[in-house]
């Protein structure tokens, strides 16, 4: 089957295989992020022919599968079809690779929160873009992390969650010893800075912050980048001390507002959700472009208020977090 794209881009598909699969094999980067049909961000309209579904759109609402909105990675081409699905040329040339890792150092933030750093082989010529993730593979298991450092960085940094009866868990806070041999497959996803010509929000849950982090690191360290818009990052937590990341910038002006759901008597700042008090807070939010990562609730809840105050669709940004076991 052909899968052609309004931007004129043509590609081969098969039934058993997803059209995002099919794109990713053909070099075209369309969006995506869980794979599992869960976060949406992979949605996009099919113009004209049929699919098949080889999973559950979990993330789409019956009204929008019949306005003909479709997950790329949820449906396989039953007929020759068309998309409106854009490439994204700034991953062009970047390619996934799996290569061996090994831990360099684990850092304790908090009993359930863990900075990773992991070094590669010195011939190693990992590229990604700030806002990426990576799979990491201990022995059978596989699990998906932002990058939190940046990409002129030696190092890969990661900020780690406990998740109770975790596999993976288990492994980083029970088992894990600096030099252990592990292997990485990335970078992965479309999370990564479009455009810098308008003013930028960042809405964070948890280590959500970890891609942001990158992201705005690299903005700082770029000397072609001079700030023109203003910037917020909006940092939500359920408690004051998962706030583990201390912004400190050589000249990015940044306003972060943290957010804490179930502070104690001596927080001093915002309490409910992030995503509320951002809505609230921020001026001029339907000139921004919003990049959101974390929870998918978050992000779902943040999308629906935000487009619905007035803000394009097309400048909201995500990259859900969606729990594996």
Wanted: glycine letters at 4%; hydrophobic letters at 35%; aromatic letters at 8%.
């Amino acid at each position: 089957m052909k899968i052609r794209t309004k931007e004129n881009k043509l590609f081969e598909g098969a039934a058993e295989q997803s059209i995002l699969n099919s794109a990713l094999k053909a070099n075209l980067v369309f969006e995506y992020s869980c794979k599992t049909g869960q976060c949406g961000v992979c949605k996009t309209t099919l113009l004209k022919g049929e699919v098949i579904e080889l999973q559950l759109q979990l993330a789409l609402t019956e009204q929008q599968k019949q306005n003909h909105q479709i997950l790329t990675c949820c449906c396989a081409p039953k007929t020759d079809i068309l998309i409106d699905a854009e490439d994204l040329s700034a991953l062009h040339g970047i390619e996934i690779k799996t290569l061996p890792a090994r831990v360099n150092t684990i850092k304790k933030h908090t009993a359930d929160i863990i900075e990773v750093t992991l070094r590669l082989p010195p011939t190693a010529n990992f590229n990604f873009l700030e806002g990426q993730y990576l799979d990491v593979i201990q022995n059978t298991i596989r699990r998906s992390y932002s990058i939190a450092s940046t990409s002129s960085q030696k190092e890969i940094s990661l900020l780690i969650k406990r998740f109770e009866n975790g596999k993976m868990s288990d492994y980083w806070f029970n088992q894990a010893r600096e030099n252990d041999l592990l292997r990485i497959e990335g970078p992965k996803g479309t999370f990564f800075l479009r455009d810098n010509s308008k003013p930028l929000l960042f809405l964070a849950t948890g280590t959500g912050i970890a891609p942001i982090m990158s992201i705005l690191n690299s903005l700082d360290n770029n000397p072609d980048y001079q700030q023109q818009h203003p910037i917020a990052v909006y940092w939500g937590n359920r408690y004051p001390e998962e706030f583990v990341w201390q912004p400190d910038f050589k000249k990015l002006e940044v306003n972060v507002t943290k957010v804490c759901s179930k502070p104690n008597q001596d927080w001093v700042s915002e309490t409910g959700y992030v995503q509320n008090i951002a809505i609230q807070k921020q001026p001029g939010l339907v000139d921004c472009a919003v990049y959101a990562c974390g929870s998918n609730a978050m992000i779902q809840s943040a999308k629906q208020q935000f487009t619905q105050a007035g803000l394009p669709e097309n400048q909201f940004y995500s990259d859900a977090f969606v729990q594996s076991y």
